[in-house]
């Protein structure tokens, strides 16, 4: 093995994906997969979940294994952490990546979308984190810390919202969050990091990037011309659970094709129709 093969390499690692069925998650579990690691995938629609495993193990490299877990309510999560116990006893890579959104204007929002929007976003995190600690402490090691990564937003670091005032709260909590597991774990030797993805092709974002048309003029708003591809979160991925990553912790990632520092209301009035 050459030493960029060596440094790279994640081949053997076991990993958990929430929210691995659709989107940036899939987008994750792929590049987990290929890159030779044993990953779990969860959501709450757990047949997707095996129909996309099923799919992953097509490709070779790792292997894939894909069930239903809900981390949206305390028994849901520990419904999912007595399946990852029955499956692992030691956990490589956590990625937090299940998530919630709720848009409506600012006059019609609604009291309840804030509880589900922060619980799925917030609550799980810290929560399927801290339940994990024992299973991620079994696969640290000094050389090879374990990794958790949180998915944040470039809506958590700029002001926009078009009526996701529960979401881009949310991430940017999840930043916050991230930074302050990093400074907690780190004796445990645990790295904790975020994403924070400007435009991919996610239900999420269907809005925006639903069809080609409205990929292509969403792309246009972003500096680097266009919306972000599984490669773009694929190398994000790879490097912050390689060798290649272990000495980075606290860090909130942007992989957004340079949103965060543009001035752009990338969400509002300037958004496609």
């Not at 079994?138 to 809506?155: E, K, T």
């Not at 949310?170 to 990091?193: C, F, P, Q």
Request: proline share 4%; with cysteine; net charge negative.
């Amino acid at each position: 093995m050459s030493y960029v093969d060596e440094l790279f390499s994640i081949k053997g690692k076991t990993a958990l994906v929430t929210g691995g069925a659709t989107g940036i998650g899939r987008m994750i579990a792929t590049a987990l997969v290929q890159a030779g690691a044993n990953v779990m995938i969860s959501s709450r629609k757990g047949a997707d979940c095996e129909k996309v495993a099923a799919e992953l193990n097509a490709l070779g490299g790792g292997k894939a294994e894909g069930f239903a877990g809900d981390v949206g309510s305390e028994a849901g999560i520990a419904a999912l952490v007595e399946e990852i116990r029955a499956r692992t006893d030691k956990l490589h890579i956590l990625m937090n990546n299940a998530g919630a959104a709720w848009g409506e204007p600012l006059e019609a929002f609604p009291y309840h979308a804030w509880a589900k929007v922060l619980s799925v976003n917030v609550t799980a995190v810290f929560h399927l984190t801290r339940e994990l600690l024992p299973l991620l402490e079994a696969a640290a090691s000094d050389d090879d810390p374990a990794r958790v990564i949180n998915l944040g937003s470039v809506m958590g670091t700029q002001p926009i919202s078009d009526g996701n005032y529960a979401y881009t709260a949310s991430k940017a909590a999840v930043h916050h969050l991230t930074r302050t597991l990093a400074l907690e774990l780190s004796g445990r030797r645990i790295t904790v990091n975020a994403f924070a993805p400007g435009p991919f092709q996610s239900r999420m974002m269907d809005a925006f990037v639903g069809t080609d048309d409205k990929a292509v003029r969403t792309g246009q708003l972003v500096p680097l011309g266009r919306i972000g591809g599984p490669d773009d979160v694929a190398g994000a991925t790879i490097y912050l659970t390689s060798r290649a990553g272990r000495y980075v912790t606290a860090a909130i990632l942007p992989i957004d094709g340079g949103l965060s520092v543009h001035d752009v209301h990338f969400l509002g009035s300037e958004s496609p129709t």
